[in-house]
């Protein structure tokens, strides 16, 4: 298996998009993620579910979490509410950067790529095919897929 075999489109957001605009694109469409794009189009970083839920936490609940039993439910919401109004740039120092592989790649060359983000997600350049991603489903179906006996042919993929 090679990268450009495996790649597909994918959505992704803008640097300055809210983080509300990129969880709805997650949600939405049942994503593992998303691929956060710089001012000039080109892949920057990867937020994921688990991270982006993270990112709705101010850092004292991330150290201590009992923290949020102490506050009422209002309170509470308005916290979540003012995290989502944030525009992603805000978060970039924090997320992973996107693991960038070429079309001829191989599988073991894309799970590197990704294990060293800690991405579900990594972009793949071919000259023919332009940038594209792939998501770690779609990469261990494929795997799966191609060891086991009987299913061969089956088409998998990300929801994108």
Request: proline share 8%.
């Amino acid at each position: 298996m090679i990268a450009r075999d495996l790649a597909h489109d994918f959505p992704a957001v803008r640097s300055d998009a809210r983080l509300m605009d990129v969880l709805a694109a997650i949600v939405r469409r049942s994503l593992p993620g998303v691929v956060i794009l710089d001012s000039s189009g080109r892949p920057q970083a990867t937020l994921s579910l688990p991270e982006a839920l993270d990112l709705l936490l101010p850092w004292p609940f991330r150290e201590s979490p009992t923290l949020a039993g102490v506050f009422p439910e209002e309170i509470g919401d308005r916290i979540l509410t003012e995290a989502i109004q944030r525009p992603i740039s805000d978060f970039l120092p924090t997320l992973p950067l996107v693991g960038h592989c070429c079309g001829r790649s191989t599988a073991l060359e894309v799970v590197v790529a990704m294990a060293r983000q800690r991405s579900p997600l990594a972009t793949v350049f071919d000259a023919r095919a332009g940038s594209n991603v792939i998501c770690a489903h779609r990469l261990l179906a494929r795997l799966l897929q191609s060891r086991s006996e009987g299913s061969m042919g089956q088409e998998v993929g990300c929801r994108s």
